[in-house]
């Protein structure tokens, strides 16, 4: 049964850093993908990154965070990871971790398997 644990989530002032982590279970096939959201409250939830298994092929979406968010694979321990620095507070929100075995899709609801969600807030 496929699993999905987000980590890593927390308070930190604006300018800092957190690094979220995914980790993946139960995949019985070695190509799937797995992508970083966010929701914010009141908001629609929003794609950040995808990374494609095992080519760790990269797929961006959203040029608020290019430059600054970084989607990145352990492959050893079935990991992926969100690293995020230069941290605003308007990047406040729940991210969840979403994979599939069909690649990254555009939309939220093509995704067959979610995390619980970890929260981030942004503040001073």
């Known amino acids: 049964q496929e699993q999905l644990v987000e980590s890593g989530g927390g308070l930190v002032q604006p300018g800092g850093s957190l690094r979220l982590s995914c980790a993946a279970s139960?995949?019985?096939?070695?190509?799937?993908?797995i992508t970083w959201f966010r929701q914010a409250p009141g908001k629609e939830r929003e794609q950040v990154s995808c990374i494609v298994s095992p080519s760790n092929t990269i797929v961006e979406y959203a040029d608020a965070m290019k430059g600054r968010f970084t989607i990145s694979r352990e492959s050893t321990k079935n990991t992926i990871y969100l690293q995020m620095n230069n941290l605003k507070p308007e990047d406040t929100a729940v991210y969840y971790c979403a994979g599939d075995y069909g690649g990254c899709w555009d939309l939220a609801e093509e995704y067959d398997f979610w995390g619980q969600g970890t929260q981030v807030t942004v503040s001073s």
């Open positions: 139960g995949f019985t096939a070695r190509y799937y993908a």
